[in-house]
């Protein structure tokens, strides 16, 4: 399993970023994928998912964040909108729900002014 993020950066709070995450070395197309993260000092948690019938989101983002796929390019997407600063942290593409399953190396987000 190979999964490589990129997107992320710097923005101001109430920007926007597109995180994307090319995934490898496994059915795709068949797996429920989803996005994680983590807050300086803080533990991985859950962000959204999406199992190409039906997107899921945390409480915390849902109305902001929007999950997507392409599946003809074993691509997995998050739309970041309305950032906040709590939303500051390294963002991981992963399969299956929850925290289990595999973790890619992460792409950093930095809400600041």
């Known amino acids: 399993v190979q999964l490589v993020e990129s997107g992320g950066g710097l923005v101001q709070p109430g920007g926007s970023l597109r995180l994307s995450c090319v995934a490898s070395?496994?059915?795709?197309?068949?797996?429920?994928m989803s996005w994680g993260r983590q807050a300086p000092g803080g533990q991985r948690e859950w962000v959204a998912g999406?199992?190409?019938?039906?997107?899921d989101y945390a409480d915390s983002v849902k109305g902001r964040f929007t999950v997507s796929r392409d599946n003809a390019k074993n691509t997995l997407y998050l739309q970041m909108n309305r950032l906040k600063v709590e939303d500051t942290g390294v963002y991981y593409c992963?399969?299956?729900?929850?925290?289990?399953?595999?973790w890619g190396q992460g792409t950093q987000v930095t809400v600041s002014s």
């Open positions: 992963k399969t299956g729900t929850g925290i289990s399953g595999n």
């Open positions: 999406d199992n190409n019938y039906r997107t």
């Open positions: 070395g496994f059915p795709f197309t068949t797996y429920y």
